[in-house]
T-cell receptor
Framework: AQKITQTQPGMFVQEKEAVTLDCTYD???????LFWYKQPSSGEMIFLIY??????QNATEGRYSLNFQKARKSANLVISASQLGDSAMYFC?????????????FGKGTRLSVIA | DTAVSQTPKYLVTQMGNDKSIKCEQN?????MYWYKQDSKKFLKIMFS???????INETVPNRFSPKSPDKAHLNLHINSLELGDSAVYFC?????????????FGPGTRLLVL
């Protein structure tokens, strides 16, 4: 069963608008971490934001915020005031923490295109 | 200063050859990983090391052998390269800290097997 689902293979957004990238996850561990990464066309993986399952507040990092809805098992990434440089692949990932040092499990990614 | 570095960045080689990819992190992290990203951009874990000890070995052909000479290095050696090994290989490292965890990735090594 897929642990991370990103249902939007591609998204378009107008420059300066906000955009939400969807991510749902599946785990029975009560303790887990959720991550978002950006992969521009140059190929590197850039860490954006982290949310722990016990965190009371939604994580925010600059223009990035994570809309964490635990009951729905969703961890959507919100990018405010989109810029042309935000065009990239975005990956949602999860790490289950109760099982020791488990690696990240990634979704299939969403390709975001920002239009001028 | 690069936190996680990999060499080489590009690797083009013939089928049947043996090659190595090196990874170093200067973050003092305990855990390092190798991930493979296929042509469809799907990222999957291959190996995980914690303090030089192998803790995760996913279903990977035994032609792939990781080696961790010390906590800061995790190298990947591949024997008898096959066409299907063509992919981007990412090294990563992570550490727990108050407020959560961050996994940092290296720049990736683009391997093309001809």
């Amino acid at each position: 069963a897929q642990k991370i689902t990103q249902t939007q293979p591609g998204m378009f957004v107008q420059e300066k608008e906000a955009v939400t990238l969807d991510c749902t996850y599946d785990t029975s561990d009560p303790s887990y971490g959720l991550f978002w990464y950006k992969q521009p066309s140059s190929g590197e993986m850039i860490f954006l934001i982290y949310q722990g399952s016990y965190d009371q507040q939604n994580a925010t990092e600059g223009r990035y915020s994570l809309n964490f809805q635990k009951a729905r098992k969703s961890a959507n990434l919100v990018i405010s005031a989109s810029q042309l440089g935000d065009s990239a692949m975005y990956f949602c990932a999860m790490r289950e923490l109760d099982s020791g040092n488990t690696p990240l499990v990634f979704g299939k990614g969403t390709r975001l295109s920002v239009i001028a | 200063d690069t936190a996680v570095s990999q060499t080489p960045k590009y690797l083009v080689t013939q089928m049947g050859n043996d090659k190595s990819i090196k990874c170093e992190q200067n973050l003092g992290h305990d855990t390092m990983y190798w991930y493979k990203q296929d042509s469809k951009k799907f990222l999957k874990i291959m190996f995980s090391y914690n303090n030089k000890e192998l803790i995760i070995n996913e279903t990977v052909p035994n032609r792939f052998s990781p080696k961790s000479p010390d906590k800061a290095h995790l190298n990947l050696h591949i024997n008898s390269l096959e066409l299907g090994d063509s992919a981007v290989y990412f090294c990563a490292s992570s550490q727990w800290a108050e407020g959560g965890e961050t996994q940092y990735f290296g720049p990736g090594t683009r391997l093309l097997v001809l």
